[in-house]
């Protein structure tokens, strides 16, 4: 270890011009600023209360320091919020969050302009919408792994006009049977300024993916990614390849996924059947039975369960 030279005094972080410690500050996130740093001493606590910190709300990954209470986390992020003093940018909680604290923060922070909610299960449709509304300047929006309905994704095309980047993740699954264009067509139908689109997981199809790319001509990249019911048929894998500068097929490597690409597997049948063909159709009527509801289902429940 080096040690300190004849004359050289120790350096004293309390003498440090206070523009260049709000810099250093300004490289924390709230979590290390409001748990720690303003504890020093008294002008750091001052220092901590410039609202320029806190443009910026990340609560992702802090479990270690709360030792998984939720209650001090939220405590943490109203802080963050009040603390920024109508001036918050950027919102980002995971594994954690109730509608109180998205409601608390919608109501300080108008300006918001980057939303993302990752395995936010407490959080309704409704509480979403309602936010959403509140929040017209936001540019970017990430909804991953939680579970919102079309409806509410609807809302931020219909309310949200600078939207530029829009995100929504979900588990991949391979089943022919799980096929939805719902939220594709949402996407299509509601916010046709996307520059960006990240669909990981997502149950649509070739039909859905035609509607964005029809809908949406200002794309510049598209996440498909475990997007196992898009098959590209026809000439729908070189018209994406033309017009989308970054683009990632159903296929492509998950290594760089921030979260877990796990798959649920319910059997994948694309090597037997041509797009668009699925087991169903190859099951003739003498193989169905009729019940006294009316509904009907294949003798060979095998096949299904």
Not at 30 to 45: A, G
Request: overall charge negative.
């Amino acid at each position: 270890m080096e040690e300190i030279s004849i004359g050289e005094e120790a350096r004293n972080w309390l003498e440090l011009p206070r523009d260049v410690m709000s810099q250093i500050f300004l490289k924390l996130n709230i979590v290390e600023i409001l748990h720690s740093v303003q504890k020093v001493c008294t002008l750091w606590r001052i220092i901590s209360k410039d609202p320029l910190l806190y443009r910026s709300i990340d609560l992702r990954n802090q479990w270690d320091v709360f030792d998984g209470d939720e209650d001090d986390m939220e405590i943490i992020a109203k802080e963050g919020v009040e603390r920024s003093s109508g001036q918050l940018v950027k919102f980002s909680m995971e594994h954690f969050g109730t509608q109180e604290l998205l409601h608390f923060m919608a109501n300080r922070s108008s300006n918001l302009r980057f939303l993302r909610l990752a395995y936010c299960y407490h959080i309704s449709d409704e509480a979403l919408m309602a936010v959403t509304k509140q929040l017209p300047l936001l540019e970017e929006v990430e909804l991953c792994h939680c579970s919102f309905s079309t409806a509410a994704l609807e809302t931020f095309g219909r309310f949200c006009p600078h939207l530029k980047s829009f995100r929504v993740d979900h588990q991949g699954i391979r089943s022919p049977l799980l096929d939805c264009d719902e939220e594709a067509f949402a996407i299509a139908k509601n916010m046709p300024q996307l520059c960006h689109l990240h669909l990981f997981g997502n149950k649509m199809t070739d039909n859905g993916l035609r509607a964005i790319l029809d809908s949406c001509p200002h794309l510049e990249s598209l996440d498909l990614r475990q997007c196992f019911s898009v098959y590209m048929g026809g000439d729908l894998e070189k018209n994406c390849k033309d017009r989308i500068k970054k683009l990632k097929l159903p296929n492509d490597p998950t290594d760089d996924y921030e979260f877990v690409a796990e798959l649920d597997d319910f059997g994948s049948f694309d090597a037997d059947y041509p797009s668009g063909v699925s087991e169903i159709d190859f099951i003739s009527e003498d193989e169905y039975i009729e019940f006294s509801e009316g509904s009907y289902f294949s003798d060979m429940d095998e096949f299904y369960f």
